[in-house]
């Protein structure tokens, strides 16, 4: 299986991102904001040994994303593993970590913060890496990160 | 000793255990008359974005008896908001009519937006059910003032402190001095978990039960707040614990006597008035420490007090 889904979507350079918990791929492109730019593959339910309930991978080509693009990931999927490729040879096999702090992807859940009725940009830093948990730099709540607090990509 | 010159005072998670002592060491200064005249020649915008009288006339009386000059509004009606100004755009227009403002605002985090936007220090008077520091500042000098130091007080806290941010915040500034904390609510209205998980986190242990007799006779203050029906969304859930407490002279016997009460003010029906009259009753000298506490925390963001 893993055989086949690499010639299927092998790609000469860019970034692999593999080992992401079935159906999560289309949320880390979110987290990522991809989508507007170059060629993107996606592919859902593969089999894994690592992952009883299968795996997703995203492959795009032609972009390097940076460790701190990357670390994102680690929000909704800690278990993501990232190849980075050139010229048709791996690179560079990175592990993510939790960011210390999150700034815009993430929305407060609290009705009444300033995120959310006064136009403030959303900002977290790390409080718990169990969970995890982030406590938003406004209204100072702590919350546990789940991919319904995942904004819509702007990436700026 | 930090320097508090053009500092903004947002958040106790902001403030280390020396920035509380230079408060409480600069309000003693003001109180004993060593600051005379420390916001001459400064303008202070004090703008409350929902009203709270109190708050407003102690900052008010704070920085007119520190020769300084006050303008501002004290409730939204008043302001440019009511015609569609942005909050961010008040801030930034404001900004530039001041030496420093102070802002009260019903959304949490309001006075963290507005401290980055604005040009001069920015003082939060309240935002919403998050902080309201200067507050924490009186009560910590209050007890200074009483015990002569802030180290290793055993101290009880009473009534909503699920939704109560006074006692939050109050819990987060003692566990710097290393406090034993009893806290004492109905079982719905304890400390949130996240509150517990940060003290615990911070090696601070704390007991919880339901009756200020249950707190054991060796309190050395006990501070009381209102259960305040705009914090609960059920009317039925307030109604279940409105007035569950009632200080009396004969409790504060049980507590072994000794016991400072403390109180944010106002009151409803949680202390008798009875208690106004013993020497335990701290209460209103507490409210009163908030004007040379705003002083001195006025003079240190805006340089006139060193
Ligand atoms: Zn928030």
């Not at chain 1, 060629?39 to 339910?45: E, K």
């Not at chain 2, 009260?104 to 040009?119: D, F, I, K, N, Q």
């Not at chain 2, 904390?181 to 109905?186: A, E, H, L």
């Not at chain 2, 279940?240 to 403390?262: N, W």
Request: charged share 25%; aromatic share 6%.
């Amino acid at each position: 299986m893993t055989e086949r889904t690499y010639k299927v979507y092998s790609i000469t350079n860019g970034t692999v991102i593999d080992h992401i918990p079935t159906p999560l791929a289309l949320k880390v492109v979110r987290i990522l904001g991809l989508g507007q730019e170059g060629i993107l593959t996606i592919g859902m339910g593969f089999t894994s040994k690592r992952l009883p309930g299968g795996k997703d991978i995203v492959k795009i080509e032609n972009r390097v994303l940076s460790r701190s693009e990357t670390d994102m990931i680690a929000l909704i999927a800690p278990e993501a593993t990232i190849n980075i490729i050139k010229d048709g040879a791996v690179l560079e096999k990175r592990r993510i970590s939790l960011p210390e702090g999150v700034t815009g992807i993430l929305r407060c859940p609290n009705p009444n913060c300033a995120t959310q009725q006064l136009g403030a940009r959303p900002d977290f830093r790390l409080v718990d890496p169990v969970g995890p948990v982030y406590r938003c730099r406004f209204c100072e709540r702590a919350t546990k990160v789940d991919a319904d607090l995942l904004m819509h990509a702007t990436r700026d | 000793m930090g320097s508090f010159k053009g500092r903004h005072i947002i958040s106790l998670r902001d403030m280390s255990v020396d920035d509380l002592g230079t408060i409480v060491e600069a309000t003693a200064r003001v109180k004993s008359g060593g600051a005379a005249d420390m916001l001459r020649g400064s303008t202070v915008a004090v703008m409350f974005f929902e009203p709270s009288t109190r708050t407003r006339l102690s900052f008010e009386s704070a920085i007119l008896q520190s020769g300084g000059r006050v303008f501002g509004f004290a409730s939204p009606g008043a302001s440019s908001q009511s015609k569609g100004e942005s909050f961010a755009d008040t801030i930034r227009t404001v900004t530039g009519y001041c030496d420093a403002m102070v802002i009260r605002h019903p959304v949490e985090g309001a006075a963290r937006l507005a401290s980055e936007l604005a040009t001069v220090p920015v003082i939060n008077a309240g935002d919403g059910a998050n902080q309201h520091p200067t507050q924490t500042f009186l009560d910590l000098f209050t007890m200074e003032e009483e015990f002569g130091r802030l180290d290793g007080l055993k101290i009880g806290m009473m009534g909503d402190l699920k939704y109560g941010r006074t006692v939050h915040s109050l819990a987060m500034a003692m566990a710097h001095f290393g406090a034993r904390m009893t806290f004492i609510s109905p079982p719905n209205l304890r400390m949130p978990d996240s509150a517990k998980a940060e003290l615990l986190a911070r090696g601070i242990g704390f007991t919880e039960v339901q009756q200020p007799e249950e707190a054991g006779v060796d309190l050395d203050v006990l501070y009381i707040t209102r259960i305040q029906k705009e914090r609960f969304g059920d009317p039925q859930e307030y109604e279940s614990v409105a007035h569950c407490y009632r200080l009396t002279c004969e409790t504060v016997r049980a507590l072994g006597g000794s016991v400072r009460i403390m109180h944010p003010l106002p009151r409803v029906d949680e202390i008798a008035e009875e208690v106004d009259t013993l020497p335990n009753a701290i209460y209103f000298r507490q409210a009163h420490n908030g004007v040379p506490t705003r002083q001195a925390l006025l003079g240190l963001v805006t340089g006139g007090l060193e």
